[in-house]
């Protein structure tokens, strides 16, 4: 099959390109707003320790998979999936595959358009020089206003869904290249700075020590399990992002080396932003385990005191809107290629219907943190009981529908489709990379995602099987 080596939406300009694009997608609110305040939720170091396994052994091998097939289906992943799965002579009911990332990826938007508006938001203030001077209290409260008030949360929130419905319209080459390229490094240099802050604040060692030093005590199954799903989550796995932008890959390029660098370069950022965040934690007495309001609350202490800090800030927080940005258009994309390919639709049509849906759905993340943030729809179950809508929506997606998504990706690649044609496909010879890479998804990442999942819902208690305390 697949004689059309070209997909019809264009292709990326060159390896470099796809590494940037998809560098663009992986590096976003995961790292810099999500990991601390996760980490931070999960004890630190045991959780960071379990965090960077699964970037290893089952994020790089799942994101090898996946640009595999989306470059050798070359279509949205609905349509990547049904052809492969006839290629291989399986059942076309592969293709619910790239309808349950088609989802996923809704879902993700839907709460990540609103944490986008936060950073919006911030541009501004910081701009303004609202932090300059200011307390940990009084940044709290700048913070609970903010998100206390549905009708801005709105306004940040539709703004952000029109910035990516434009770049989106536009297309693979058009505009998204170009940011990426000197987005991703402006972000190494301010991350770096703020390091130099933080080092300087007094903290640092206790900051390090948080994020670095296990203790396994601290860390509960539930807890591996939203580590896992953050190594999908941060990596843009098990939803078809990556896999549609596999499809736009030229054929001569790297899969593996380009894997093994996007991996790297994400790590790198969320660790950075990590030994940042939490030595301005630690030095101004505030807790590591505050929730997803964190990077908003102990930044603009740092900024509010840094000399030049309103300029620093404002820089800080649109580079966190630009990495956002270039995450949301990734989100999106499987579903407009869909639309594209099988309702006839222009980019930009397809671009408007699916921004509005998921604009719309956003408005449940939006009351989830004033009008509805004491609805707690699944409170019966103990680990929700403190979980609004918008928590239930990260929980279910980020550690439920990737790390399933990323389960049948594995699966896929190593079960369903004939060795000769992922070969050809990795294009790296059978010798000891191809191996090792078969391995990794034929046996380490299901049985990885399996024994997590199981372990979480309490049907086998693994820790007790093998005689381990609790
Ligand atoms: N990887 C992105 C981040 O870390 C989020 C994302 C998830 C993007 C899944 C695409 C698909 O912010």
New binding site residues.
Partial sequence: MTERRESIHGSWSGRLAFVLAATG???????IW?FPYIAGENGGGAFVLVYLACIAVIGIPIMMAEVMLGRRGRQSPINTMRSLAKEAGASPAWRWLGWAGVLA?FL?LSY?SVIAGWALAYVFRAAAGTFTGATAEGIASIFEQLTGDPERLLAWHTLFMVMTMIVVARGVRGGLEQAVRWLVPALFVLLIMLDGYALASGAFDQGLEFLFTPDFSRISANGVLIAMGHAF????LG?G?IMVYGSYLPERASIARSSITIALLDTLVALLAGMAIFPIVFANGLEPGSGAGLIFQTLPIAFGHMPGGALFGTLFFLLLVFA?WT?AI??IEPAVAWLVENKGMTRVCASVYAGIATWGFGLLSIFSFNAWADFKPLSFIPIFENYTIFKLLDYLTANIM?PLGGLFIALFSAWVMKRSDSVQELDMGDGAGYVVWHLLVCYVTPVAVLVVFLNVTGIVNFARLFGLGE
Avoid: D, E
Avoid at 25 to 31: E, F, K, M, P, Y
Avoid at 233 to 236: A, G, H, I, N, R
């Fill in positions: 997608s992986a590096v976003g609110l995961g790292n999500k990826g993700i990540y989550f941060t990596l843009s939803m992002a956002a995450s990734s989100l990737l």
